[in-house]
């Protein structure tokens, strides 16, 4: 168990619908990354929090934000889903910018 | 941005034997891991190796930051070893990470 907490572990939605993953970090870690991986693009950086605050963006679509709240959790939306975003969602927490980063088990999205 | 290359991309290997991965990487980076990934999806955190050698088991990883590549190896190799091994570098202010490819590692019994 690495410690970092996502929900849900699966999720069946329709195109066009929206969705939130939530992640929960180990405690005391401030640093939350986002991070898809679909069948043909592998592991794709998405977006990155510290503190609540947003530092790092990858690829990630306009139709896709992200939070993360005092508590240190985070949400990742997803909204106008298409089935190209069927994909396995990870979120991974470290304490520190250059610190060991470890991976939550995934939200595994399937858009039908 | 980064380049991140691993090698082989797929491995077939007997009960028993060992293996070396490879992982190459196009810039200084702040930070490099190596993870598994199991039949189930999980990431499973095997080593955090910016430069130097580190073991576990039987497992081992090497990491030479100024030719910039690193090296996980595996002996004795068991058929829970097989799975999605990732190499992932970061970079920049705020330790953005970059996968590789993955090397896809099959233990026959």
């Known amino acids: 168990d690495s410690g970092v907490t996502q929900t849900p572990k699966h999720l069946i939605t329709a195109t066009g619908q929206r969705v939130t993953l939530r992640c929960s970090p180990r405690?005391?870690?401030?640093?939350v990354y986002w991070y898809q991986q679909s069948l043909d693009q592998g592991l794709q950086f998405l977006i990155q929090?510290?503190?609540?605050?947003?530092?790092a963006k990858g690829n990630i679509l306009e139709r896709f934000s992200a939070q993360q709240f005092p508590d240190l959790h985070s949400e990742l939306n997803l909204s106008s889903l298409e089935l190209g975003d069927s994909a396995l969602y990870f979120c991974?927490?470290?304490?520190?910018?250059?610190?060991?980063?470890?991976f939550g088990q995934g939200t595994r999205l399937t858009v039908v | 941005g980064i380049q991140v290359e691993q090698s082989p991309p797929d491995l077939i290997l007997q009960e028993g034997a060992n293996s070396t991965l490879r992982c190459n990487f196009s810039?200084?980076?702040?930070?490099l891991q190596w993870f598994h990934q199991n039949p189930w999806g999980q990431l499973i955190n095997l080593f955090y190796?910016?430069?130097g050698t580190k073991q576990n088991g039987r497992l081992s990883a090497t990491t030479v930051a100024t030719e910039r590549y690193s090296l996980l190896y595996i002996s004795s190799s068991q058929t829970t070893d097989s799975g999605v091994y990732f190499c992932?570098?970061?970079?920049?202010?705020?330790?953005?990470?970059?996968f590789g490819s993955g090397t896809k590692l099959n233990v026959k019994p």
């Open positions: 810039d200084s980076v702040n930070n």
């Open positions: 991974a927490s470290s304490v520190r910018r250059d610190a060991e980063a470890f």
């Open positions: 929090y510290y503190n609540g605050e947003e530092r």
């Open positions: 190796i910016p430069s």
């Open positions: 405690s005391g870690d401030l640093s």
């Open positions: 992932a570098v970061g970079i920049g202010n705020f330790n953005k990470f970059y």
